[in-house]
């Protein structure tokens, strides 16, 4: 009985080496997905291993996280399309503009006939008739405390109770580098006079005649 031996077929003098199988993509990924997991709950074995206080934070977190989530997703959007618009930007009002003027000029009389009939009242009430106001503008003359520069900013509508719209103005003062920025404040009316008005300069300098800071 004869055996015969196999010897491989050898093409150009080489030895012919069979090919190496190769793994699939799909294989690929899953072994990549369950070393990642395995991974994963190695380290919170680790983490967690004799730490009862952290797992029990944990899970409590995990659900809060969750309602946090899902208000963000599913919390219906707000709406701005009824009442009032904030920042809209309404016509500037003559009578801002009249006002500023008359305080740059010390006219007491013009910057009083800007105001409605009701804030005369409440000033009057306040001790801030027209005799005081007068001394106000001439104390802001002297000292040298007049607006540079009028700067219109916004306003905010207000169609209920006696304020028509609010308007929003910056006003410079001083020059060079001594320039400041103050903010005013102009309510407005349906008739358009101001029943209410937020003046720095006025407010400084009236503080000064009563004695205040």
Same mark, same amino acid.
């Given at each position: 009985m004869? %055996? @015969?031996s196999y010897h491989p %077929?050898? %093409?150009s003098g080489r030895e012919f080496v069979p090919p190496i199988p190769r793994a699939s993509k799909g294989r690929i990924m899953r072994r990549s997905v369950r070393r990642f997991f395995g991974g994963i709950g190695a380290a919170l074995r680790i983490i967690f291993s004799g730490r009862p206080l952290l797992v029990v934070c944990l899970l409590l977190l995990l659900p809060f996280t969750g309602w +946090? +989530?899902?208000?963000?997703?599913? #919390?219906? #959007? @707000?709406s701005t399309s009824s009442g009032a618009q904030v920042g809209a930007r309404l016509p500037e009002p003559p009578v801002a503009q009249q006002?500023?003027?008359a305080v740059q000029k010390g006219d007491a009389d013009a910057v009083w006939n800007t105001f409605s009939a009701t804030e005369k009242a409440q000033r009057i009430a306040r001790g801030e008739d027209k005799t005081m106001l007068s001394r106000v503008l001439q104390l802001e003359q002297q000292a040298k405390m007049t607006y540079t520069a009028f700067h219109y900013v916004g306003s905010y509508p207000e169609p @209920? $109770?006696?304020v028509a719209a609010y308007y929003f103005y910056v $006003?410079?003062?001083g020059s060079g580098q001594q320039t400041r920025n103050l903010p005013l404040?102009? #309510?407005v009316d349906a008739h358009g006079m101001i029943v209410e008005v937020s003046d720095s300069l006025y407010d400084a300098a009236l503080a000064q005649l009563k004695g205040g800071p």
């Open positions: 004869r %055996t @015969s %077929t050898q %093409t +946090l +989530l899902s208000d963000r997703l599913f #919390a219906p #959007a @707000s006002y500023v003027t @209920s $109770g006696s $006003g410079d003062t404040l102009f #309510a």
